[in-house]
C-alpha cells in the first residue's frame, strides 16, 4: 500500500475511508461505527452505546474489510476497528450479511422469544433486528436456560431470562453513575448480569440502565404491563426538582402520564435523566390532589365554582392591598406564571414578594444567577471546587459532569460540613462546620490550585446558599473567584430561580423572611406545601395562620387547608404549557402532556381570571402567544433583610434537602418514597458529639432549638464535621427545625 494518502486534501489527523462505495473522511483512531454513523450507514449492534466505552462482546456490527485489495481473513467488529487510510469497509456484502445472521442466531439460542408478553416489545432492538437479521426457524432444538431475576429495588425490574450480555448496564453504572453496583457473574453459557450482593441499585441514575438496554431484560417497574408503547403520545417537556432543566419526554395515554424518558441535549442533559425526574409524575395522581376549588366557611371546607372561589380572592386581595399582602412563590413556578404574579404584586401595590423561600439568611440581596460556565464545558474543566453542596443528590446530572471531568484528570475540591458520598476522588477536602465555611474559603492552598489552573470552576451548592451563614459563603467564593479567575457557578435554589428573578419575582420591600416575620394581613402563596417548603416551617405557618390566604395549589394537603381561606387548584408541569430558564440562563419550553385533574387549571389562567375580574393592568391577554409577546425583564432593586441571629449554644445545623422529598411532586411519588436513598427523618451527628451529648447511634434524641423540637432517630457518623449537626429537610419530623443551633438530648 503507497504511503501516500488517498485524498491528500484532508487534514493531518484525518483519514480516507470508504463504506459501501462511500468516501468518507474520518478522525484517525475513530472506529468504522463512528464513520458509518457520521454518515447515515446502518450498522446493527447491540453492546455498542455512544455514551459507553466500547465492549466489542456482542459481534453483531461484524463487516468486511479490505485494505490495499487484500482483504481481512474474517469479519471485523465495526465497533472496534479503528479506520485506516483507504480502508474499504463492506456492511451488506455476503461475508457481512452471513455473519450478522449467524450472530442472530446464537443471540437467540438461548432468548425465550416471549414478545407477546414482553413489556419491551414494540420498542426493543433485539425484536427489531431479528426480523431483519433473524431466521423463520430455529436450528437449536435443546432447552433454553432459564436465569433467576434479581430484585433491583422498586425503579427497575428485571427479567434476566431476556438478557444478551451486552454489558449496557454494566458498563452505565460503571462509567456514568460511577457506582459499579452491576457486574458479569460465572463464565460462557452461564454468565449472567446482577449485582454481587444481591440488594437494590442504589444509584439515583438507576432508570438510564432501562433506556440503555436493548433488550426486555430491564423495564420500568412503575410503567410495566401498563400500556404498550404503540398506545403512548410523545409530549415535550422538562425536568422541575432542580435547576438543571433536563430535557425529556412524557408519554402519555389517553391524557395520563404513563411514563417519563429522556430527551437528548447534549448541551443540558445529554441522554440521561435521573430518577427523581423519571419517576415522579407518580406524584400527579395522589390522593389529596387539589382538583376543585376550595373555599373555608366558618372553618369548614366547602367545594365551589371558579366563580364563587375567584370572587372570595378578590375579596382577600382587595381588602389587604399594597403592604399588607405578601406574595410568596414556589422557585419551581414557570416564567409565565411568575411574570403575572409580579404584575399582579404592582397593580395591587405591594412590594412583598419573593421566590426565595426556602432561604435563611438573605441579608446580602443575593438572587440567582447563571453559571459563568456552560453546563456543557464543566466536565473539561481541570479544577472544581464544591462549596456546602452534596451535589450527587442536589443536581445528580451536574454531579455526572463533574465525574467526567474527574475521570479526565480534574481534581476536585471539596468544602462541606458533612463529608457527602461523592463517585469521584476528591484531591483534597475540609469538613468543616456551616459556620467556617467562609472562613476556609480564604485558605491559601485553596486560591493556589485554582489559580494554576486553565479552567477552574466553584460550583456553591443548597447547603451553603439556604445555610445561616450563606452570605458570608456567597462573598468568600465571589472573592475566589475573583482572585483566581475561576468560574463562579452558584446553584440556584429552584427549578426556576433564575427564571424568576428576571421576571422580577423579588421584593422591593420584604423579603420572604421578612414577610413572615412581620405578619401581612394577607398572603398569596403560589405552588407551595406551607408546612415542608420554607425555611423556617415554625414562623412560616404562624404567619400564615394568622392571616387570611390565598392559595394556588396543587395539592390539598392538610398544611395547605390548615393555612389557607381558598385553594385555587392548578396544574403542575407536566399539565401545562410553560418556560423555564435552567442554571446557565438556557430558556426552554414545556408542553402541555397530561390532562388537568378535575376542575383544575392552568395558573395562569387563573391568574389572568382573577386579574381580569378584578380589571388590573397587564391582564388583557387572551392567550398564552398573547402573554408571552408581552413578557420582558423585569428590573428591581432587590430589599436585603437582616442576617438571621445564630448566637447561643448547641451544635450548628447542617440542612439539606432529601433526595426525593424536594417538592409536592417528589414526596408523593411512591417508587421514589420506597428508594433506599430516602432514608427517612434523622439527625447525624459526628461520634465525640453524640458522645458528648449523651446519644447513641440508632437510639432517639430530642432536637430542639428556639424555633422548634423534634423527636428523631440518631445515626453517628464520622463523615459530620465535629459541632455540626446534619439533617436532612422535607420530613414533617424535620420540619420544625431552622438551621441555626440545636441542643441534642436523649429522648
Request: proline share 5%.
Given at each position: 500500500?503507497?504511503?501516500?494518502?488517498?485524498?491528500?486534501?484532508?487534514?493531518?489527523?484525518?483519514?480516507?475511508?470508504?463504506?459501501?462505495?462511500?468516501?468518507?473522511?474520518?478522525?484517525?483512531?475513530?472506529?468504522?461505527?463512528?464513520?458509518?454513523?457520521?454518515?447515515?450507514?446502518?450498522?446493527?449492534?447491540?453492546?455498542?452505546?455512544?455514551?459507553?466505552?466500547?465492549?466489542?462482546?456482542?459481534?453483531?456490527?461484524?463487516?468486511?474489510?479490505?485494505?490495499?485489495?487484500?482483504?481481512?481473513?474474517?469479519?471485523?467488529?465495526?465497533?472496534?476497528?479503528?479506520?485506516?487510510?483507504?480502508?474499504?469497509?463492506?456492511?451488506?456484502?455476503?461475508?457481512?450479511l452471513k455473519a450478522q445472521r449467524n450472530v442472530m442466531e446464537f443471540l437467540l439460542i438461548n432468548h425465550p422469544l416471549d414478545c407477546p408478553i414482553c413489556d419491551q416489545g414494540g420498542e426493543c432492538e433485539l425484536q427489531d433486528l431479528?426480523?431483519?437479521?433473524?431466521?423463520?426457524?430455529?436450528?437449536?432444538?435443546?432447552?433454553?436456560?432459564?436465569?433467576?431475576?434479581?430484585?433491583?429495588?422498586?425503579?427497575?425490574?428485571?427479567?434476566?431470562?431476556?438478557?444478551?450480555?451486552?454489558?449496557?448496564?454494566?458498563?452505565?453504572?460503571?462509567?456514568i453513575a460511577g457506582t459499579y453496583e452491576l457486574g458479569g457473574m460465572q463464565r460462557g453459557e452461564n454468565l449472567q448480569i446482577g449485582t454481587y450482593d444481591g440488594k437494590p441499585?442504589?444509584?439515583?441514575?438507576?432508570?438510564?440502565?432501562?433506556?440503555?438496554?436493548?433488550?426486555?431484560?430491564?423495564?420500568?417497574?412503575?410503567?410495566?404491563?401498563?400500556?404498550?408503547?404503540?398506545?403512548?403520545?410523545?409530549?415535550?417537556?422538562?425536568?422541575?426538582?432542580?435547576?438543571?432543566?433536563?430535557?425529556?419526554?412524557?408519554?402519555?395515554?389517553?391524557?395520563?402520564?404513563?411514563?417519563?424518558?429522556?430527551?437528548?441535549?447534549?448541551?443540558?442533559?445529554?441522554?440521561?435523566?435521573?430518577?427523581?425526574?423519571?419517576?415522579?409524575?407518580?406524584?400527579?395522581?395522589?390522593?389529596?390532589?387539589?382538583?376543585?376549588?376550595?373555599?373555608?366557611?366558618?372553618?369548614?371546607?366547602?367545594?365551589?365554582?371558579?366563580?364563587?372561589?375567584?370572587?372570595?380572592?378578590?375579596?382577600?386581595?382587595?381588602?389587604?392591598?399594597?403592604?399588607?399582602?405578601?406574595?410568596?412563590?414556589?422557585?419551581?413556578?414557570?416564567?409565565?406564571?411568575?411574570?403575572?404574579?409580579?404584575?399582579?404584586?404592582?397593580?395591587?401595590?405591594?412590594?412583598?414578594?419573593?421566590?426565595?423561600?426556602?432561604?435563611?439568611?438573605?441579608?446580602?440581596?443575593?438572587?440567582?444567577?447563571?453559571?459563568?460556565?456552560?453546563?456543557?464545558?464543566?466536565?473539561?474543566?481541570?479544577?472544581?471546587?464544591?462549596?456546602?453542596?452534596?451535589?450527587?443528590?442536589?443536581?445528580?446530572?451536574?454531579?455526572?459532569?463533574?465525574?467526567?471531568?474527574?475521570?479526565?484528570?480534574?481534581?476536585?475540591?471539596?468544602?462541606?460540613?458533612?463529608?457527602?458520598?461523592?463517585?469521584?476522588?476528591?484531591?483534597?477536602?475540609?469538613?468543616?462546620?456551616?459556620?467556617?465555611?467562609?472562613?476556609?474559603?480564604?485558605?491559601?492552598?485553596?486560591?493556589?490550585?485554582?489559580?494554576?489552573?486553565?479552567?477552574?470552576?466553584?460550583?456553591?451548592?443548597?447547603?451553603?446558599?439556604?445555610?445561616?451563614?450563606?452570605?458570608?459563603?456567597?462573598?468568600?467564593?465571589?472573592?475566589?473567584?475573583?482572585?483566581?479567575?475561576?468560574?463562579?457557578?452558584?446553584?440556584?435554589?429552584?427549578?426556576?430561580?433564575?427564571?424568576?428573578?428576571?421576571?422580577?419575582?423579588?421584593?422591593?420591600?420584604?423579603?420572604?423572611?421578612?414577610?413572615?416575620?412581620?405578619?401581612?394581613?394577607?398572603?398569596?402563596?403560589?405552588?407551595?406545601?406551607?408546612?415542608?417548603?420554607?425555611?423556617?416551617?415554625?414562623?412560616?405557618?404562624?404567619?400564615?395562620?394568622?392571616?387570611?390566604?390565598?392559595?394556588?395549589?396543587?395539592?390539598?394537603?392538610?398544611?395547605?387547608?390548615?393555612?389557607?381561606?381558598?385553594?385555587?387548584?392548578?396544574?403542575?408541569?407536566?399539565?401545562?404549557?410553560?418556560?423555564?430558564?435552567?442554571?446557565?440562563?438556557?430558556?426552554?419550553?414545556?408542553?402541555?402532556?397530561?390532562?388537568?385533574?378535575?376542575?383544575?387549571?392552568?395558573?395562569?389562567?387563573?391568574?389572568?381570571?382573577?386579574?381580569?375580574?378584578?380589571?388590573?393592568?397587564?391582564?388583557?391577554?387572551?392567550?398564552?402567544?398573547?402573554?408571552?409577546?408581552?413578557?420582558?425583564?423585569?428590573?428591581?432593586?432587590?430589599?436585603?433583610?437582616?442576617?438571621?441571629?445564630?448566637?447561643?449554644?448547641?451544635?450548628?445545623?447542617?440542612?439539606?434537602?432529601?433526595?426525593?422529598?424536594?417538592?409536592?411532586?417528589?414526596?408523593?411519588?411512591?417508587?421514589?418514597?420506597?428508594?433506599?436513598?430516602?432514608?427517612?427523618?434523622?439527625?447525624?451527628?459526628?461520634?465525640?458529639?453524640?458522645?458528648?451529648?449523651?446519644?447513641?447511634?440508632?437510639?432517639?434524641?430530642?432536637?430542639?432549638?428556639?424555633?422548634?423540637?423534634?423527636?428523631?432517630?440518631?445515626?453517628?457518623?464520622?463523615?459530620?464535621?465535629?459541632?455540626?449537626?446534619?439533617?436532612?429537610?422535607?420530613?414533617?419530623?424535620?420540619?420544625?427545625?431552622?438551621?441555626?443551633?440545636?441542643?441534642?438530648?436523649?429522648?
Amino acid at each position: 500500500m503507497s504511503a501516500q494518502p488517498v485524498n491528500p486534501d484532508l487534514p493531518p489527523d484525518h483519514v480516507t475511508v470508504f463504506i459501501d462505495g462511500v468516501e468518507l473522511a474520518a478522525p484517525k483512531g475513530s472506529m468504522i461505527i463512528h464513520a458509518a454513523d457520521k454518515a447515515g450507514i446502518p450498522i446493527p449492534r447491540f453492546c455498542y452505546h455512544d455514551k459507553l466505552a466500547i465492549a466489542a462482546n456482542c459481534r453483531m456490527c461484524l463487516v468486511d474489510t479490505e485494505v490495499g485489495g487484500r482483504g481481512a481473513p474474517k469479519p471485523s467488529p465495526a465497533c472496534a476497528t479503528p479506520v485506516m487510510d483507504g480502508l474499504k469497509v463492506f456492511t451488506r456484502n455476503d461475508k457481512a450479511l452471513k455473519a450478522q445472521r449467524n450472530v442472530m442466531e446464537f443471540l437467540l439460542i438461548n432468548h425465550p422469544l416471549d414478545c407477546p408478553i414482553c413489556d419491551q416489545g414494540g420498542e426493543c432492538e433485539l425484536q427489531d433486528l431479528s426480523l431483519g437479521y433473524g431466521r423463520s426457524v430455529s436450528r437449536f432444538a435443546e432447552r433454553k436456560r432459564v436465569v433467576a431475576d434479581e430484585d433491583l429495588g422498586p425503579l427497575v425490574a428485571t427479567e434476566m431470562t431476556r438478557c444478551i450480555q451486552c454489558t449496557r448496564c454494566v458498563r452505565f453504572t460503571a462509567e456514568i453513575a460511577g457506582t459499579y453496583e452491576l457486574g458479569g457473574m460465572q463464565r460462557g453459557e452461564n454468565l449472567q448480569i446482577g449485582t454481587y450482593d444481591g440488594k437494590p441499585l442504589t444509584t439515583e441514575l438507576s432508570g438510564n440502565v432501562i433506556d440503555v438496554c436493548p433488550v426486555g431484560a430491564l423495564t420500568n417497574k412503575v410503567f410495566r404491563f401498563r400500556a404498550r408503547p404503540w398506545e403512548l403520545i410523545a409530549r415535550e417537556s422538562l425536568g422541575a426538582h432542580d435547576a438543571l432543566g433536563s430535557n425529556l419526554f412524557h408519554h402519555l395515554r389517553r391524557g395520563d402520564v404513563m411514563r417519563t424518558v429522556p430527551r437528548d441535549n447534549e448541551a443540558v442533559n445529554e441522554c440521561w435523566i435521573s430518577d427523581r425526574d423519571r419517576y415522579s409524575h407518580q406524584g400527579l395522581s395522589a390522593d389529596d390532589r387539589a382538583v376543585r376549588p376550595l373555599v373555608k366557611d366558618g372553618g369548614e371546607w366547602r367545594e365551589a365554582s371558579w366563580e364563587d372561589a375567584l370572587t372570595r380572592a378578590e375579596s382577600i386581595l382587595r381588602d389587604n392591598a399594597a403592604d399588607q399582602l405578601g406574595v410568596l412563590v414556589h422557585p419551581a413556578t414557570s416564567n409565565e406564571e411568575g411574570a403575572l404574579l409580579a404584575r399582579l404584586a404592582d397593580a395591587l401595590g405591594t412590594g412583598n414578594l419573593d421566590h426565595r423561600i426556602a432561604q435563611r439568611d438573605l441579608s446580602d440581596g443575593a438572587v440567582a444567577e447563571a453559571f459563568a460556565m456552560p453546563v456543557a464545558e464543566l466536565d473539561k474543566a481541570d479544577v472544581v471546587l464544591l462549596v456546602g453542596s452534596n451535589l450527587r443528590h442536589e443536581v445528580p446530572l451536574l454531579h455526572h459532569r463533574v465525574r467526567q471531568a474527574w475521570t479526565r484528570g480534574a481534581k476536585v475540591y471539596v468544602v462541606n460540613p458533612v463529608d457527602f458520598d461523592f463517585t469521584f476522588d476528591i484531591e483534597d477536602k475540609a469538613i468543616v462546620a456551616p459556620s467556617q465555611i467562609a472562613a476556609t474559603l480564604q485558605v491559601a492552598e485553596l486560591g493556589d490550585a485554582l489559580r494554576g489552573a486553565k479552567h477552574a470552576a466553584i460550583i456553591v451548592g443548597a447547603q451553603a446558599e439556604a445555610s445561616a451563614h450563606a452570605a458570608d459563603i456567597r462573598k468568600a467564593a465571589a472573592a475566589l473567584a475573583s482572585s483566581t479567575g475561576a468560574s463562579l457557578c452558584r446553584i440556584p435554589q429552584g427549578a426556576n430561580a433564575l427564571g424568576l428573578t428576571r421576571a422580577g419575582v423579588l421584593p422591593t420591600s420584604r423579603d420572604a423572611n421578612a414577610m413572615l416575620a412581620e405578619t401581612r394581613g394577607a398572603y398569596v402563596i403560589y405552588g407551595i406545601e406551607p408546612g415542608l417548603d420554607f425555611a423556617d416551617q415554625a414562623k412560616a405557618l404562624k404567619a400564615l395562620g394568622a392571616a387570611q390566604v390565598v392559595a394556588f395549589s396543587h395539592f390539598a394537603c392538610q398544611s395547605t387547608r390548615q393555612v389557607a381561606d381558598v385553594i385555587l387548584p392548578i396544574g403542575a408541569l407536566a399539565e401545562i404549557d410553560a418556560t423555564l430558564t435552567n442554571l446557565e440562563g438556557r430558556s426552554q419550553q414545556a408542553t402541555a402532556a397530561g390532562k388537568l385533574p378535575g376542575d383544575a387549571r392552568a395558573g395562569w389562567r387563573v391568574l389572568r381570571a382573577l386579574g381580569g375580574a378584578m380589571e388590573l393592568a397587564g391582564f388583557d391577554f387572551t392567550d398564552l402567544a398573547g402573554l408571552r409577546a408581552g413578557l420582558q425583564a423585569r428590573a428591581v432593586q432587590v430589599a436585603a433583610s437582616n442576617a438571621p441571629v445564630v448566637d447561643g449554644d448547641g451544635l450548628e445545623l447542617a440542612v439539606t434537602q432529601a433526595i426525593y422529598r424536594v417538592d409536592g411532586l417528589t414526596r408523593r411519588a411512591a417508587a421514589l418514597q420506597s428508594h433506599p436513598l430516602n432514608v427517612g427523618p434523622r439527625i447525624v451527628l459526628h461520634p465525640d458529639d453524640a458522645s458528648a451529648n449523651g446519644v447513641a447511634d440508632g437510639g432517639m434524641a430530642k432536637v430542639a432549638n428556639a424555633v422548634g423540637t423534634a423527636t428523631l432517630q440518631v445515626a453517628v457518623d464520622d463523615r459530620v464535621a465535629p459541632g455540626a449537626a446534619w439533617v436532612e429537610s422535607g420530613y414533617g419530623a424535620t420540619a420544625a427545625l431552622a438551621a441555626g443551633k440545636v441542643k441534642v438530648v436523649a429522648a
